[in-house]
């Protein structure tokens, strides 16, 4: 893909006011033209869902960040059906990139498909888009806040340099976006590794019992293991080695095994 003035389309799942959102369109700006469609609510975990509940209204929106104000659409949905309305309803032609983020918190692991972020992209790589999920380790647990003690910067910058990438370059065959994760504390020098999705959960859930209220389930990181066999993995990567990860993903979730193999193995369902 080689585009003069390629068109973005820019959501997130921590909402439209999200600090995250706009140092994305901020870095993205420098690329192309920007279109903002992010939920109006924080939406968290959402995964790829199309919530029957949200009125899926669109509100166009002036926000000005810094010196510059911007027209976007603030959507009654979830990631996904920000992504849906932006094709369908905002946009007058279909984007060359759709971004997602950056996410207050990391989004590696098998743990993605509860990501709103990732869902997103998701939902733009299933309309044939070129996507990026983009998100920032956290060192505390603010997942649903907008600290502005969360500085978005180095990951802006990464969203920026793999989002032109994407742009001038087409994906590889069997990939449809990519899930960028970035360490806390790194800086534009820090450098990165393409990986693979870590198979150890990083999100533990955990049951929250109070007397007062029904039960309830809440989330941690797990302690990571260094586990030799994991070593080239998105988790690695963040954990332990402190670099970016950028992580191929395909819509194909079909397991590579051999299916003639396995079709003559089920044959036994006969017997």
């Known amino acids: 893909m080689n585009v003069e003035n390629p068109q973005i389309l820019l959501t997130n799942d921590d909402g439209i006011n999200s600090p995250g959102l706009w140092a994305a369109a901020k870095a993205l700006s420098s690329l192309g033209y920007v279109t903002v469609a992010a939920p109006r609510e924080q939406h968290s975990g959402a995964g790829r869902s199309l919530s029957n509940y949200s009125d899926r209204e669109i509100k166009p929106t002036t926000l000005k960040i810094g010196e510059q104000e911007w027209t976007c659409y603030a959507v009654g949905g979830s990631p996904a059906q920000s ?43 299933a309309h044939g888009i070129p996507a990026l999920a983009a998100s920032l380790e956290l060192e505390n ?48 020098q820090t450098s990165f590794r393409v990986t ?46 402190k670099v970016v990860s950028i992580t191929p993903l395909s819509l194909d979730f079909t397991s590579r095994v051999d299916l003639g193999e396995m079709q003559r193995s089920l044959g036994e369902l006969y017997r």
């Not at 978005?152 to 960028?180: C, Q, Y």
């Not at 797990?222 to 586990?227: E, F, K, L, N």
């Open 83 to 125: 992504v849906q309305l932006g094709l369908h309803a905002i946009l007058r032609r279909k984007p060359d990139l759709v971004v997602s983020g950056i996410n207050y918190g990391e989004n590696p692991s098998t743990d993605i498909s509860m990501s709103g972020t990732v869902g997103a992209a998701l939902e733009a790589a």
């Open 196 to 241: 693979r999705l870590s198979r150890h959960r990083y999100f533990e859930p955990q049951l929250k019992e109070d007397p007062n209220s029904a039960p309830d389930i809440d989330s941690r990181i797990c302690v990571y293991a260094d586990d030799p066999g994991d070593v080239d993995s998105d988790v690695h990567a963040l954990r332990v080695d």
């Open 141 to 188: 647990e603010e997942w649903f806040s907008y600290s502005n003690t969360v500085d978005f910067s180095t990951a802006a910058e990464f969203t920026r340099r793999v989002a032109k990438w994407i742009l001038e370059n087409p994906l590889p065959a069997d990939v449809n976006l990519l899930n960028l994760n970035v360490p806390a504390r790194a800086t534009p």
